[in-house]
């Protein structure tokens, strides 16, 4: 009996509620006015206990963390790892007022003969390949993506005859990358990197040959939720941009987490970097809006 009271009741909640703020409540638990308009997307709980730290005037709303960073309101929402979690992230910030995501975690570096990737180095994605499984799913759902996005033949095709044959490009707001990547240059220097960036659904399976797959395209950073998050961004004129902190160099002896169990110590310094690159360019960030 008390079980159908509970149904009737909130179906009759249900009844003034809109599809959009069903799904917002859902998923984040809260309302979508409580979201603010510039929303901090970490995925691992590091991350985002870091960020959460330095919120001022913070306030818990579901899953939600809003507060005041360098004087601008931000709400901090943890994606969970991968483009599946990522994609349902903003596919609730879409039905919310949030103009402006910013990605701010860890990635794996990719190392090659030509470049000069460290552990704690910070990417800025210039652009991410599609290597994951959810952004194909928006291409088929959405046509006009395959007009919109860049593509190339999919390097994998030479060695796995069962992959697509195209990988898709998905990129960042420029001007929010452009902003992130000189607020950056300003503090760090020669630290910061413009790379092409990979996302794939398998941290398992970063083998010798997918890592030499990578970089014959120069490929040099590696994740598992930029490529969705700039998919969308772009479908949905989201500005988004990634801000990434170097915590592992796959196929490396002494760097590869797979491998050795040592902890470099310019792990926490790169995300503290990073955090506060964020924090520093918020002001300029909100110029966006």
Known sequence: ???????????????????DEKIVRMFLET????????????AVKFVMKKLVSKLQNKRVYGRVYNGNLNGVKVSIIRSLVGCPNCSIAVENLKRCKTKIIIRTDFCGGIENTTNNIH??????????????????????????????????????????????????????DE??????????????????KNVDLWTTDSLFCETEEFLKILRSVN????????????LLGELYNIKTASILSVSDLPGNLAYDMFKSNE?????????????????????????LL
Not at 177 to 190: P, Q
Not at 222 to 228: A, F, G, L
Request: proline share 5%; hydrophobic share 45%; glycine share 4%.
């Open 263 to 287: 902890i470099h110590p310019n792990i926490e310094k790169g995300i503290d970097n990073a955090i506060n690159i964020v924090i520093k360019s918020l002001p300029k960030i909100k110029d």
């Open 1 to 19: 009996m008390m079980d159908k009271i509970k149904n009737e009741l909130l179906n009759l909640g249900l009844k003034f509620m809109s599809v």
């Open 219 to 230: 490929v040099q950073g590696i994740d598992m939720e930029s490529s969705i998050l700039f």
């Open 175 to 192: 001007d929010l990358s452009s902003l992130l990547i000189k607020e950056a240059s300003s503090l760090i220097a020669n630290d910061v």
């Open 31 to 42: 309302s979508p006015s409580r979201i603010n308009e510039i929303v901090i997307l970490p």
């Open 119 to 172: 552990i704690g180095d910070l990417i800025v994605p210039e652009l991410a390949y599609c290597g994951d499984g959810t952004s194909a799913h928006y291409v088929m759902k959405n046509s006009k993506l395959l007009n919109q996005l860049e593509s190339i033949t999919n390097p994998i095709t030479k060695f796995r005859e069962f992959f697509n044959e195209k990988i898709f490009i998905s990129k960042p």
